[in-house]
């Protein structure tokens, strides 16, 4: 039996009645979580499914996630999710929320016992009938004959869509024998490798580096939509929308889309025309199916209802939208009640009913409050009250943390009242145990009291809710792998459109107009086209793409185009060579002083870090382990770490900076965390307490959550050492505050603390190692970090599930106010409604409030007193209220995952890294999140506004921070990187270049030379070997990612890494064209040729030439030697160019010609 089935074991499950007279039963008296306690029980007891009802989504998400932490896995528990869509809209549901909806239809027919828990406005809905999804779903296994053509032309018939990378759900890319596919209802997408017409094998794959993984045996492929989109599906969609609605064939209309094969945004809201007969949920549910309802579903029908007719009513006009009447799409509430009646059903309601038969009243009673007082001398006090009570009338009682690291936390401070619970795997175990004070681990969020004399329970149940009612919380979330490199951002072209300017080193900027494929000589080659002033035309061969890259530093529309031949481009990398120098000298200066300032060097015990390092539950990302690496390899150097953490807000720079906290406290340092606000600090320890569960080191926080006393004896206890890691805002700066030993400082959003508290950082940085993090650089700080002037490490890698926030500009309106705001209250969610003015803040929110009198509004500004502010966050956090109209100080927050739309009122107003920052407040969950940004008409706004807004609108990618703050280098200009003027040589020459000349002439400079302006400007090697070198459209169909491959290719630095981008070309599209595999040779030769000071190399059918450097490192006394031994073959031609007749009548043999030639002049190096 499982965990909880037991608890409330007096209670009989459901009975059974005949088909005709269902039986009805209320269960009521209900306090805190006992509810999901009852339910549980009810399900388990039951011989068939529950069908659990909720009135709203908030509800239905919450007793998910209770019901599967009493879960045993004995029951099947899903839910089947809303299209979190308002009725009509013309949004479609995303496709993660089809996957799982998909999922559930599928698994419903075949599931004997389990909850299946649905909204009740969901549960209303006409969906796809059950012989839809059976029909469309298909399993496929190794070894099955199977015609990759056919298996396209399924897909494409079930809705998938043929991309030319997978991503999400829903896609499908074939390429030769290769099939990548996403399948709904799947966690993961596969790879199907295809020998001839049979299966060869199926393995998983990873979208981000898009590299194959585990092998599986077979996979289950459902339909891509909740409708079909075959011909014989749009054929009668066709004849049921010219009978139903007014057909309309303008090219915008929903009618002509669907014709064309298009499924325009919205079109779930036409779901019947796809079918002859719609189904309802009912019809997948056994007849053994017991209903649960909980709380007042006619209420948010009826609501559902109003809504539906008022925005059916607004919007049945447009002509090209035609709209199905709301009882075509869905039940009504007349027709929902009567599929109830079918089944055995329990109303729960929260408050007692009279006693009469079948109405149950359960023995829970309310928890009295023991709300932890931390501004009391005895912030247990209502604890121990209640504890005394407990054992007074012999009542067990059971504390509950949420994860293992809050267990330990709540341990110590009820060991502070000498309270010892004793440790219990489960629930059931203390109900049915003689344990009278206990603990465990759950996801219950509210304690009750069971008084039940005659079956002799006693006990009451505290969650952490309801001892620390201020307290928040931070969800932890798996993310994925993927690696980022930050030069690679800029240099990367794959962001790439018409138009948009690059850099060529030998001919300077100009506009990249597209790759296009030329024949000469029966050989093709794949060009991209630049054009210059006066419209001249630059075309570079693809394996000349390590000579460019992308333009940064200026806005593209004051771009300096440079005039092919002329002189100008010379003279502007001169000029920036020269002034380079400089900064590479004081560059050097700021090195030698970090060199030599002599840090401690931490020592690791391996075994206990390794500990720590696999407690983390979550899977590490690429990016993640990068920054993990360089900090300990920072902190284990002698000289002090000064290292800059970049990552979008919930991408794992948390879990970087406890590492680092870890090795330092383990190693008997303190750590030291600086925060901008007391709630984040909380949020913090929180986070550090739950991490550190199972590790010695002392946590505290400094905050006004501890009474003074408290605050007193922290401070002592870091001064004599006690303390390990103590977390606090700037009063921690504070002369007062005296540390043992500190190691590390780690500061969260530097840019948020004021000059006073940034110079006492500074004075720090000399002798402790300091590590900041931060989501969205400012210019500045991204200058001086890609400068080599502090350390940086980028996380840009999203959560699993973490969807991008959908960003739209528009103009200020009431009703896109009033629907966006809707759209998320519907769902459960929460609104930041961002205003950034204080004297008008209040009579905004009252205009809100008139626009939605269902909306719970509340209020925060900067201006309020601290403590004000702090309870107001709270209460927003534990969903209070479910709109907070708001100025900027949301800018650095709590992380509150259930707000998931935010709206900016004059966006224009705000700067780049705020919009971006403020952006950031939402998505925190799985949930597809808003940002709406609200301005005035387009002509009162500036042009730098626009810009900005732009630039956010555009980059809805996650991770997306450091790529806009290149975006406000080139809004602004870059700054040069040692003053503060924001012009300068990063403009004339471009960000990439600038900064690949700083590069090398540091690293001349450190080697004892005076960088030279040909040694910084020097351009790599040039070949021409006339041969076919290009990847072939047929191989790789998409343009950008053709670009992007080109980039990789002639960027490498080692033929290893060479290696590993043709084993994953292979991997991703299948062998290699004969063209393809002579660029990795090209590239293999000029990693060799660049080594040894080879400027050109050309050579054709009857020989060629070999062009050397002025500072070629081949001793000029071998190349006489050679051509003294063979003067028929070889001879010089001026100073610089080596000349060789020898023939070679096919491309293999000039290859291995050219190979053999340069590893023998490697061989004559000086």
């Not at 053509?149 to 030769?176: D, I, P």
């Not at 299966?199 to 998983?204: G, L, P, V």
């Not at 204080?838 to 900067?862: F, N």
């Amino acid at each position: 039996m499982s965990q909880s089935s037991s608890i409330f074991s007096p209670l009989l499950p459901v009975s059974k009645a005949s088909a005709t007279n269902k039986d009805k039963k209320q269960w009521a008296n209900f306090y805190g979580s006992s509810a999901s306690i009852a339910i549980y029980s009810g399900a388990a007891k039951c011989a068939g499914l529950t069908l659990l009802i909720t009135e709203d989504t908030a509800t239905a998400l919450k007793l998910e996630h209770e019901l599967l932490s009493i879960n045993d896995n004995s029951l099947d528990i899903c839910l089947f999710p809303d299209w979190e869509t308002l009725p009509y809209d013309s949004f479609s549901p995303h496709q993660d929320i089809i996957s799982q909806r998909l999922q559930t239809l599928y698994r419903l027919s075949r599931m004997d016992k389990g909850i299946v828990i649905v909204p009740a406005h969901t549960l209303v809905h006409r969906i796809a009938p059950k012989q839809y999804i059976e029909a469309n779903s298909l399993l496929v296994q190794t070894g099955d004959k199977k015609d990759l053509h056919q298996l396209r032309q399924e897909l494409e018939a079930s809705g998938y869509r043929a991309v030319e990378q997978v991503l999400e759900h829903g896609e499908f890319s074939a390429r030769g024998a290769i099939l990548d596919l996403f399948p709904m209802g799947s966690n993961h997408p596969f790879r199907l490798d295809f020998f001839d017409d049979e299966i060869d094998s199926i393995r998983t794959f990873d979208v981000d580096d898009q590299r194959s993984k585990d092998a599986i045996a077979n996979i289950e492929l459902l339909p891509a939509h909740e409708f079909p989109s075959d011909s014989d599906a749009i054929n009668l969609f066709r004849n049921q929308y010219r009978e139903l609605l007014k057909a309309n064939n303008e090219k915008e209309s929903v009618y002509h889309n669907v014709t064309k094969g298009i499924m325009p945004a919205g079109i779930e809201y036409y779901l019947p025309l796809f079918f002859s007969e719609t189904a309802t949920l009912f019809d997948y549910l056994p007849a053994q199916t017991q209903v649960l309802i909980h709380g007042n579903i006619d209420k948010s029908l009826e609501q559902f209802s109003l809504d539906t007719q008022y925005r059916y009513d607004d919007r049945r006009y447009d002509p090209l939208r035609p709209l199905l009447s709301p009882e075509q799409l869905f039940l009504t509430r007349e027709q929902l009640f009567a599929q109830l009646k079918l089944h055995d059903r329990v109303n729960i309601n929260h408050d007692a009913l009279a006693d009469k038969a079948g109405n149950v009243n359960y023995p829970t009673q309310s928890l009295a409050d023991v709300a932890v007082n931390h501004q009391s001398k005895q912030p247990l006090q209502a604890v121990c009250q209640f504890l005394q009570t407990a054992q007074d009338i012999n009542q067990q009682l059971l504390f509950i943390a949420e994860s293992q690291g809050r267990k330990e936390t709540l341990l110590e401070l009820l060991a502070r009242e000498k309270i010892s619970p004793e440790y219990v795997d489960n629930i059931s175990d203390f109900i049915n145990g003689d344990i009278d004070i206990a603990i465990t681990v759950n996801a219950l969020a509210h304690g009750f009291v069971v008084a039940d004399k005659a079956n002799e329970l006693n006990f009451a149940i505290i969650t952490e809710d309801d001892l620390f009612t201020d307290r928040v919380k931070q969800a932890r979330r798996r993310t994925k792998q993927q690696e980022t490199n930050s030069e690679a951002i800029f240099k990367n072209l794959t962001e790439l459109s018409i138009g948009q300017p690059v850099v060529h080193i030998e001919h300077g900027i100009g506009r990249y107009q597209g790759l296009q494929t030329f024949e000469n000589q029966g050989i093709s080659t794949e060009f991209l086209m630049l054009t210059y002033l006066n419209d001249a035309k630059l075309y570079v061969p693809v394996a000349s793409l390590h000579l460019i890259s992308r333009y940064s530093g200026t806005n593209s529309d004051t771009t300096p185009i440079h005039k092919l031949g002329s002189d100008s481009w010379s003279k502007a990398k001169k000029k920036a060579a020269e002034k380079i120098k400089d900064v590479a000298a004081e560059l050097l200066d700021i090195y030698a002083t970090r060199e030599s300032s002599h840090g401690y060097a931490f020592k690791r015990n391996k075994d206990d870090y390794i500990s720590f390092s696999e407690s983390f539950g979550f899977e590490e990302t690429e990016d993640q382990r990068n920054a993990i690496t360089n900090v300990i390899a920072d902190m284990l150097d002698h000289k002090t770490m000064d290292r800059l953490v970049c990552g979008d807000v919930g991408f794992g720079k948390t879990e970087v900076a406890m590492r680092a906290a870890f090795i330092a406290a383990n190693d008997s340092k303190q750590v030291v965390i600086l925060v901008p606000t007391t709630l984040l600090a909380q949020q913090h320890y929180e986070n550090f307490r739950d991490r550190f569960a199972n590790s010695p080191a002392n946590i505290e926080v400094l905050s006004r959550f501890k009474t003074a006393k408290q605050q007193k004896e922290i401070i002592a206890n870091i001064a004599t050492g006690q303390i390990d890691i103590l977390i606090g805002t700037h009063k921690l700066l504070s002369d007062d505050i005296k540390f043992k030993d500190l190691g590390l400082l780690i500061v969260d959003e530097e840019h948020r603390f004021g000059v006073k508290q940034k110079e006492k950082i500074k004075k720090l940085r000399a002798n402790v190692d300091i590590l900041t993090l931060t989501a969205t650089p400012i210019p500045r700080t991204l200058n001086m970090a890609m400068g080599g002037m502090r350390d940086l490490s980028i996380i840009a890698t999203p959560p699993a599930k973490r969807l991008a926030v959908k960003t739209f500009v528009r103009e200020r309106d009431n009703g896109l106010i009033r629907e966006s705001i809707l759209r998320e209250v519907l769902r459960g969610g929460q609104v930041y409604f961002l205003h950034n003015n204080v004297q008008t803040i209040e009579k905004t929110a009252q205009e809100i409030q008139d626009l939605l009198p269902e909306a719970k509004i509340t209020i925060a500004h900067g201006q309020m007193r601290e403590r004000e502010l702090e309870r107001i966050m709270s209460d927003f956090y534990h969903q209070k209220f479910n709109v907070l109209v708001c100025t900027t100080i949301i800018e650095t927050g709590i992380d509150v995952p259930s707000a998931n739309t935010i709206i900016m009122d004059r966006a224009d107003h705000l700067g780049l890294a705020q919009l971006h920052q403020l952006r950031g407040r939402v998505g925190r969950s799985h949930h597809q999140a808003y940002a709406y940004l609200l301005t005035p008409h387009p002509k009162r706004i500036t042009k730098d506004a626009v810009k900005r807004l732009d630039a956010i609108a555009q980059l809805e990618d996650l991770g997306a921070g450091f790529a806009l703050a290149t975006h406000d280098l080139e809004i602004r200009g870059a700054g040069e990187l040692l003053g503060e003027d924001q012009s300068g040589q990063m403009a004339s020459i471009g960000f990439s270049l600038y900064m690949e000349m700083l590069e090398q002439a540091v690293a001349a400079l450190k080697a004892g030379k005076q960088p030279s302006l040909e040694d910084l400007t020097a351009k790599q090697t040039d070949i021409e070997l006339r041969v076919p070198a290009l990847i072939p459209e047929d191989y790789i169909h998409d343009v950008s990612m053709r670009l992007s491959f080109y980039k990789r290719i002639a960027s490498c630095n080692s033929n290893n890494e060479l290696d590993e981008i043709q084993v994953e070309l292979i991997d991703r599209f299948g062998l290699l064209p004969q063209a393809t595999k002579h660029i990795f040779h090209i590239a293999k030769i000029r990693l060799t040729a660049e080594a040894i000071g080879i400027a050109r190399i050309d050579a054709g059918i009857n020989g060629g030439s070999i062009e050397f450097n002025s500072n070629t490192q081949i001793d000029p006394m071998q190349i006489i030697g050679l051509i003294q031994q063979q003067p028929n073959i070889f001879k010089m031609d001026g100073a610089n160019k080596l000349k060789f007749a020898i023939k070679t009548e096919d491309n293999q043999a000039r290859f291995t010609l050219i190979t053999n030639m340069v590893e023998q002049l490697q061989k004559k190096v000086a």
